[in-house]
Structure formats: structure tokens, C-alpha cells
């Protein structure tokens, strides 16, 4: 008998336990994984201990606490225009990770396509597998002589959609491209959603980590979207309390019923003092949004010069706090053999992309590492020097 599931058994071990490992192993410094070396605003932690001290402490309601899906819908008001029912249209989850989880589950049938941008978020192939649905692919491709930008085929993605194609997923800003998607290419993608009538799950954990020219549209806003979109964020990537984890979807109420009816028995509730930090956070001023947008573009210029020094040739993100940078010049067989090296004889850890692509894509990835830079200056600094070296190998 084998004790493990068959729906779950391929499921590869994350990129990330290899590479958090070797970089402890090594004491690299770690620009792999994604979360900030540093807290959020002082004032809301002291909120999630009001919180608690209040006696926020036992269950929450299953849909949200009645203050922060209020939050949502104000914020979702307040940035994109977009009118949200707090009481009918908004779910709260275990961060974007169990909102992931429970669109897929709630919305996905056995034998159900599903389109995906490639290179994608981790979770949501395993998402889609664990539903049966079927994972379509359509691939980002870097800046080239042509395109300025991070881009994809319009035929191709064209091509994806047919009879069975149930949902879109649109991870923007992206990870780990930080591409974001303009209104042409999001038009785009509305247009088809509706022609074949298929969903849309957007993917916006990063929504205030936008460095301009760009700009940070949201899907949902798009004539016709509304009805079809559910808009997934959370506040771990905005606030840099990655650990909260305080997700939330936003959908019409026709939709938001399949998530409530899938969350009610993933986790039914999440934490309550947490929710209610989030809803202060949501509810920051301007100038919080705007420092924080400040403070990562300064670190990804920063990041993006100390790579270019080292030899490598950044792709600078329109968003996110991901880099990517080629190294297929540097003649190492892969990025994973590129990504040890960097880890065991530099000092510094970054993430073969190459786990972000489907098997027979592979080779779109082998030429790129993707750096973190939601880190202290001095992580950052200190990975600069250390980068150097590379520069005199
Ligand atoms: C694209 C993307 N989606 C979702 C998540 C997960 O978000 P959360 O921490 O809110 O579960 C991440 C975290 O790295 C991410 O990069």
C-alpha cells in the first residue's frame, strides 16, 4: 500500500528548502526567498496586540471580521475605483496562499483547463493538480530586440482557450519576472475571457510594489470583468508582515459563495487580532504606500547596479521585489548549477527560475536567477561585496 496520495505524490520538494539550506550551510546572504528582513509600521503591530489584549481571541467570523472585510472594500475603493460589498463580496483566508487554494478548489472540475503564465507562482500548478483540473501553459518571455518588456504571444495565449478552459490565472506584478501587465495586454485578456466565457483569478499580492512609469490595474475594473474576476491580495508583501498571513478574495457574490463554501472547511477562520492589524494597515495614509514604493525602488537599484557590476544582466522589474537577471553569458550549464556556486563559493543565495517552469520549458529558465531585494540595505550591501568577487572569477 502506498501511503501517500496519488493526486500529491510528484509533488517536488520547493526550490526553496534547497536553497534556504545551502545558504545556511554557507552562511550566504540570502536574496532567494521572498520575505523582508525587516518588520512593517510600529503602530500596526502595536494594533495586533490591542488586539489580543482586547480580547480579539477566539474564533473570528468564518467570512472575515466585519472591520477589515470593511477595510478591503474601502481600500479596494480608495486605490482602483472598484465598489465592493464588504458584507457579501469579500472572503478572508489564511493569506493569498489558502485564497489560491480555495479558488482553484471551488471553481476547478476534474477534466477543467486551466491557463497559466509561465514562469508561474509555485502553488498554482499544485492547486490545479489537486483539484484534476489541467494546467495550460502560456509563456512570459524576456525583453528582447523587440520588446522592451517582459512580453507574451498574443496568438499563443490565443490558442490556449477552447470548450473546456474554465479559468485564467494573472499574477501582476509578477513573480519572478516583476513584470506587470499594462491595460492592453490585461484588455487583451478580458476580451478572450469574455469571447469564451472563462474566468479570471488575478494574482496581486504586490499591488503597492509598483515603480512608475507602471501602473497597477486591476482586472476587475475592466468593462465586463467584474462579474467574471476574482481578485485575490493579502497583506504580507504590503505591510512586510509576511508571516500574518491575512489573505482575502473579492469576487460578486455568486463567486465569493464557492470560495466561503471551500474555506469554511479549509480553515474556516483565520486569526483575529491579525485581521484587525491588517484593517489598520489598509487604512494607512498615502504617504505609507508611497514611502514603501520609494524604499524598494532605492534597494532595486541598488540590487540591479551590484548585479550589473558582477557580470550579470539584470532585467530591471516594473514591480514586485524580485530581479531577474540573465547569466547564460557566465557558462555555467544551468541557473541551478549557476544558482550552487553563487550560494557556496560567493556568499550569496538567489533561486534557479527554471522551478517555475513547466518540465518541457525548462530551457526558457536555465539562463535566468532570480534575486530577492525586500531586504535591509546592509543585507543588500553586504551582498554587493560579496558579488564583486564574481566580477574577478
Ligand atoms: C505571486 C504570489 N502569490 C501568492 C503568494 C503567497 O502570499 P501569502 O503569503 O499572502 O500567502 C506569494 C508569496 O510569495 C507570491 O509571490
Redesign the pocket.
Known sequence: MNPIAARIRDFPTTVFSEFSALAQKHQAVNLGQ??PDFDGPEEICEAAIRAIRDGVNQYAISAGTVVLRQAIAEHAQRFYGQRVDPTTEVVVT???????FDVTLGLVDPGDEVILFEPY?D?YVANVTMAGGTPRYVLLRPPDADHARWWYDPAELEALFNDKTKVIFV?TP??PTGKIFDRAELEHIAGLCIRHDVLAVT?E??EHIVFEPSRHLRLATLPGMAERTLT?S????SFSF?GW???WVIAVPALIDAIQKTHQFVTFAVSGPFQHAIAAALRLPDAYFAGLVQSYREKRDLLVDALTVAGLRPIAPEG?YFAMARIDHLGFADDFEFCRYLTRDIGVAAIPPTAFYVEHHRDHGRGLARFAFCKRDETLLAARDRLAALARR
Request: glycine share 18%; net charge neutral; charged share 15%.
Open positions: 521572498g520575505f489564511s493569506g493569498a496562499t489558502e485564497a489560491l507562482y502553488s499574477n509578477h513573480n494574482d499580492v504586490y485575490i493579502s497583506g504580507g508583501k509576511t498571513k491575512i489573505g514586485s
